[in-house]
């Protein structure tokens, strides 16, 4: 079982920025693919961006040129910095990961808890 916890959320003035940290622990084998998804209130939970472990990244086109996600293999973290923020981004951030526990593990995925984003206008 790995457990994944975020950081850095907040309120923050529209233009303003924040940066979300996520750290992975526990079982870990090796981790695929970790990312961010958002969900706001009455809405779906979606991506916002994703990082392979081989350095590739995606990102909703409502973040691109804003938002920058990035990881650290050596510590199991993973980065999200928030630029130029609009209202439009106030959701609960959740922490994503695809891990292998063991070498035998075909892969499994764990969220966070989720950190709560809040952008005034």
């Known amino acids: 079982q790995v457990q994944l916890v975020e950081s850095g959320g907040g309120l923050v003035q529209a233009g303003g920025s924040l940066r979300l940290s996520c750290a992975a622990s526990g079982r870990i084998y090796t981790i695929n693919r970790m990312g961010w998804y958002r969900q706001a209130p009455g809405m779906q939970r979606e991506m916002v961006a994703v990082v392979n472990s081989d350095g590739s990244t995606h990102y909703i086109d409502s973040v691109k040129g804003r938002f920058t996600i990035s990881r650290d293999n050596a510590k199991n973290m993973v980065y999200l910095q928030m630029n130029s923020l609009k209202p439009e981004d106030t959701a609960v951030y959740f922490c994503?990961?695809?891990?292998?526990?063991?070498?035998?593990?075909?892969?499994?995925?764990?969220w966070g808890q989720g950190t709560q984003v809040t952008v005034s206008a």
């Open positions: 994503y990961a695809d891990y292998s526990g063991t070498y035998y593990d075909p892969g499994q995925h764990g």
